[in-house]
């Protein structure tokens, strides 16, 4: 196409003036559009996506109007067939498919973290994350697989909300029957489909590119292949290197879908945000779980001289768990026994507040510094 060149749905009526060519790909090309006439007006800047097949934009245009009131997808405002002018009298053109969409300015995550290379913040990584987990849940619910959950594929906006796009290869699966390993990007497939040990992609598989793509926001970067060493050493949490580990692991031990993966995440967050509402030990049954930076009989010191009472076990009584960092013999991808019980305790409605070494030093130093300005 030509820039300049004005493209209409007979649907809508809206008509539209091909820009910049955006790229190019599996599906066709790409362009910036801006709606020119016709039909109701659109607010923001366009995509077009061209096609000269259909089969791949059938797909786009469906699960584009089945997701369309999701924040984490791109979204779908239009799909028509459009024939291009005869350049000759007996010329008969054939149909390019196209779908409207919205420009999401920021562009793809890959391009952006190689302009912006920096570790996106923990919560606001994880928040993102959920964000497209929502829509995948959505997705999965259908009993559909997207298969093409990478980098290129999610996009960033100016306020940095990511948005997944690119339906092209995503599939339902019919009754039992598995979807076919039989379209998928190499580099973010799992290891045993990219090996040919599978033949087949499951929701699990989703996941596993998730779990990927939350490394590249917490660590600046797409660039490199996701291992469970390059998660240890990632600067987050211990939580949230357990929930990374899950999803990348193997398929037998991953999350099975989206759903399981979005509750964990939800009640971390929710976890920190109790975390923030501590303020005081005074009175409190206080556990303590992974590595210190301080020794575990100062931390137990402190706590009692803030006037806390230490357990050894998280019980229906506990009240805080301060949790340090993970011990070198600990398995990544599995969470530690106090940890554990803590969940199992919150699912019984026993209100038990995670905090971190910092705010426990804080509120056990703050406290003790208070006691001895009054003596």
């Known amino acids: 196409m030509t820039v300049g060149l004005l493209v209409r749905s007979a649907i809508s009526g809206r008509q539209y003036r091909v820009g910049e060519l955006l790229g190019a790909g599996g599906f066709g090309a790409v362009y910036e559009v801006e709606h020119v006439s016709g039909g109701n007006r659109l607010s923001t800047k366009c995509v077009l996506k061209v096609a000269a097949e259909p089969r791949e934009w059938h797909r786009e245009a469906y699960f584009g109007d089945l997701l369309k009131n999701e924040s984490g997808i791109v979204h779908v405002h239009e799909s028509f067939a459009w024939v291009a002018p005869a350049k000759l009298a007996h010329d008969i053109p054939k149909p390019l498919y196209c779908l409207i969409s919205e420009l999401v300015e920021g562009g793809d995550l890959l391009h952006y973290l190689r302009r912006y290379p ?76 990219q090996k040919g040990k599978t033949r087949s992609w499951r929701p699990a598989d989703d996941i596993y590119q998730i779990g990927c793509l939350y490394v590249a926001l917490l660590s600046g970067s797409a660039e490199s292949a996701v291992t469970a060493r390059a998660v240890k050493r990632l600067t987050c949490s211990p939580e949230t290197k357990s929930v990374i580990q899950r999803a990348i692991g193997d398929r037998r031990k991953r999350f099975p879908d989206s759903r399981e993966m979005l509750a964990g995440l939800e009640r971390q967050a929710s976890q920190e945000r109790s975390m923030s509402r501590v303020r005081t030990l005074k009175g409190k049954r206080v556990v303590f779980t992974g590595t210190l930076a301080i020794s575990r009989t100062a931390a137990k010191r402190l706590a009692r001289r803030a006037g806390a009472t230490v357990e050894d076990r998280v019980s229906h009584r506990s009240d805080i768990v301060v949790v340090g960092d993970q011990s070198p013999h600990w398995k990544a991808d599995k969470k530690g026994q106090k940890l554990l019980d803590v969940e199992y305790e919150r699912d019984l409605g026993h209100a038990i507040a995670l905090i971190n070494e910092r705010r426990f030093l804080t509120l056990s130093r703050g406290l003790a510094s208070l006691r001895g300005s009054t003596h």
Do not use: C, M, Y
Not at 128 to 157: G, K, Y
Not at 162 to 187: C, M, P, Q, W, Y
């Open 118 to 193: 920096q570790p996106w913040l923990e919560a606001k990584a994880r928040r993102e994350i959920i964000r497209l987990l929502r829509a995948v849940t959505l997705l999965h619910s259908t009993n559909a697989v997207h298969r093409d959950i990478t980098p290129r594929n999610v996009f960033v906006t100016a306020e940095q909300v990511l948005k997944l796009g690119d339906f092209g290869i995503a599939l339902h699966s019919a009754g039992e029957k598995d979807v076919r390993a039989d379209a998928f990007t190499r580099r973010f497939a799992p290891v045993a489909i």
